[in-house]
């Protein structure tokens, strides 16, 4: 049950990064350096995804801009043979603009960043939400409770007045919840 009441504030989540950075995320190529021999255990690619989780909850009920939070890369990245990005590697971000829940089911608004995570060697590898890590984590849930819901409210008579009058969903990153962000530039390794 509580994976099911997840889903919605997970599925918000997406939406609302998907609308803010749809621009962003449609202008991310795919890796542009060739993997061969010589770049097969260097090159992280464009659109390698990473599973992370928040440090911290971040949410739209109470943010401010600016506020900074740190997240924890859950699995082993791979270069190749080599291990890239070990599990483990923390990072930090801040959040670039926030809006609390209204009435009239105002929904909350919260768009974060990522700095670029800094490796053992000093690599820094430029991540953030792209549209494939957005996919990556709705193919993982069926999707299907809001979908329900807005069904529920087009059939029972009524129910559209009370809907009215209910305040909005806030969007909530809880602390150890996983989530996929993407490397948004070729990075390499040092040697």
Known sequence: MTILRRI????????????CLAGRAAA???AT????????????????????????TVTSAHCSKGQTFNFKVLDDVKAGDRVAIPAG??????????KPAHGGREDGML??????LVLPDSTQVTVGIT???LVADANQKNGTGPALEDIANMMVPGFFIIDFLRK???VTIAAGSPFHIAVTEDAFLSE
């Open 8 to 19: 919605p504030t997970l599925l918000a989540l997406a939406v609302i990064c998907a609308a």
């Open 28 to 30: 991310i190529e795919h």
């Open 33 to 56: 350096t060739p993997i061969d021999d010589e770049t097969r255990n260097t090159l992280i690619p464009t659109g390698t995804l990473i599973r992370v989780t928040m440090l911290q």
């Open 89 to 98: 590697t923390t990072g930090t971000g801040k959040v670039v603009e926030c």
């Open 111 to 116: 768009h974060i960043e990522f700095d670029p």
């Open 131 to 133: 549209h494939d890590s």
């Open 168 to 170: 909005g969903d806030n």
